[in-house]
C-alpha cells in the first residue's frame, strides 16, 4: 500500500468475498466508509461494510454473464476509513484515498456508509463521465441547513467537477432539483422511462451518450432497488427497479473505461438478510463487468 495510505484503515476480521489478494497485486482497491453522519431518516449505513463482508462468506459468486467469479478478480481489501469525524472529512479521506489509489495505477471500490462518500471519489478522480444509480437527486442546494449531506452533495459535485452526469432510477425529488438540474444539462432517466424503454434500449441508450468518454465513474445508491428488493435502505422509495434490470444496465455500461466505482446506503439495522444479497450481487456483477472489459479492451 502507498506509505501515504497506511494507518488511513482499520483491518476488518473478515475481508470482502474472502479477498487475500495484496494492494501490489490488486486491479480493484476496496475499502469501507461506515458513515452515517449526515443520514435524514433511517441510520445505520455505518454498519454496511462489516455486514456486507460478514455475508460476503455466505454467497456464491460466479456470474453467468460473464463466465467468471469475483475469487478470480484481483480485488485487495484495505479496510475501513478511520477518518470519519464529519462529512468534510469524510469527502477529503475518500478523495485522498481514491487519488493514491489511482496514481497506483488501480481502480478504488468505496463501500459506504452514506452517499456523500461519492463527492470525494469523484473530486479525486476527474472522470469524463459520472453515473449515478439513485432514487434521489441528492442535488437540493442545502437540507435542513446543512450544505454537504447525502441529500446534497451531488449538487457540491456538479458545482465543482467537470463530468457530464447521468442519472439513472430516479423517481423523488423536489422541484428545485429538477429546474437545477435542467439547467445544467444532467441527462436524467427515471424508474418509468427505463420501464418504458425496456432494459435493451435503456442500456444502449446509456452506452450510446456515455461513447465519448474516456474515463466512467459508476455510483450505486442501494435505493435505486424497489423496497421489494432492497427494504434495508436510509431512504427507501417505491416504484423502483427490478435487480435483473439494474444488473443488465450495469453490465451493459460497465468496462475498462471504469476509474471508480462506489456502493452506498445500505442500512443492515433493517435487513432480515435479504438486502445484503443483492447489495453483494451487484457489487461482484459490477466488479467482474469491469474487469471483463479490461480483458477484453473494451
Ligand atoms: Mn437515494
Ligand atoms: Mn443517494
Given at each position: 500500500?502507498?506509505?501515504?495510505l ?13 479477498s487475500?489478494?495484496?494492494?501490489e ?6 475499502f469501507?466508509v ?18 456486507l463482508?460478514?455475508?460476503s462468506?455466505n ?15 484481483p ?13 468534510e472529512?469524510?469527502?477529503e ?12 495505477g488501480?481502480?478504488p471500490v ?7 462518500l461519492?463527492?470525494g ?12 444509480m ?11 441547513g446543512v450544505k454537504?449531506?447525502h ?8 458545482e465543482t ?11 423523488a425529488v423536489?422541484?428545485?432539483e429538477?429546474?437545477?438540474?435542467s ?8 424508474s ?11 442500456s444502449?441508450?446509456l452506452?450510446?451518450t456515455?461513447s ?10 442501494l435505493?435505486?432497488?424497489d423496497?421489494a428488493y432492497?427494504p ?6 417505491a416504484?423502483?427497479?427490478e ?6 444496465l ?16 445500505y ?9 445484503a ?12 463487468a469491469?474487469e471483463?472489459?479490461?480483458c477484453?479492451?473494451?
Amino acid at each position: 500500500m502507498p506509505t501515504e495510505l497506511q494507518g488511513m484503515f482499520r483491518q476488518p476480521p473478515v475481508s470482502m468475498f474472502g479477498s487475500t489478494c495484496t494492494f501490489e497485486e490488486c486491479h480493484f482497491a476496496l475499502f469501507g466508509v461506515p458513515f452515517d453522519g449526515t443520514s435524514t431518516y433511517r441510520r445505520g449505513s455505518r454498519y454496511a461494510p462489516t455486514e456486507l463482508r460478514r455475508v460476503s462468506e455466505n454467497v456464491e459468486t460466479y456470474s453467468f454473464r460473464f463466465r467468471m467469479a469475483v475469487e478470480e478478480i484481483p480485488l485487495c481489501d484495505m479496510g475501513d476509513l478511520t477518518r470519519l469525524g464529519d462529512a468534510e472529512e469524510v469527502v477529503e479521506a475518500v478523495s485522498e484515498v481514491c487519488r493514491e489509489v489511482n496514481q497506483a495505477g488501480k481502480v478504488p471500490v468505496a463501500v459506504g456508509g452514506e452517499h456523500t462518500l461519492t463527492f470525494g471519489a469523484v473530486s479525486a478522480l476527474k472522470p469524463d463521465a459520472v453515473v449515478c444509480m439513485d432514487a434521489h437527486m441528492d442535488m437540493r442546494d442545502e437540507y435542513m441547513g446543512v450544505k454537504l449531506s447525502h441529500a446534497t452533495f451531488m449538487r457540491r459535485l456538479t458545482e465543482t467537477v467537470e463530468a457530464s452526469v447521468f442519472m439513472v432510477g430516479i423517481r423523488a425529488v423536489c422541484r428545485e432539483e429538477l429546474e437545477y438540474a435542467s439547467e445544467r444539462g444532467i441527462q436524467v432517466v427515471t424508474s418509468m422511462d427505463v420501464r418504458e424503454m425496456g432494459v435493451k434500449k435503456a442500456s444502449s441508450k446509456l452506452l450510446e451518450t456515455l461513447s465519448d468518454a474516456d474515463s466512467v465513474y459508476v455510483s450505486i445508491d442501494l435505493d435505486v432497488l424497489d423496497p421489494a428488493y432492497a427494504p434495508a435502505v436510509g431512504n427507501p422509495e417505491a416504484e423502483g427497479l427490478e435487480t435483473w434490470v439494474l444488473l443488465e444496465l450495469l453490465s451493459s455500461i460497465l468496462d475498462g473505461r471504469v476509474v471508480g466505482l462506489d456502493l452506498c446506503e445500505y442500512a443492515p439495522p433493517y435487513d432480515d438478510g435479504s438486502t445484503a444479497v443483492q447489495a453483494l450481487k451487484l457489487l461482484y456483477e459490477s466488479l467482474i463487468a469491469v474487469e471483463a472489459g479490461r480483458c477484453s479492451g473494451r
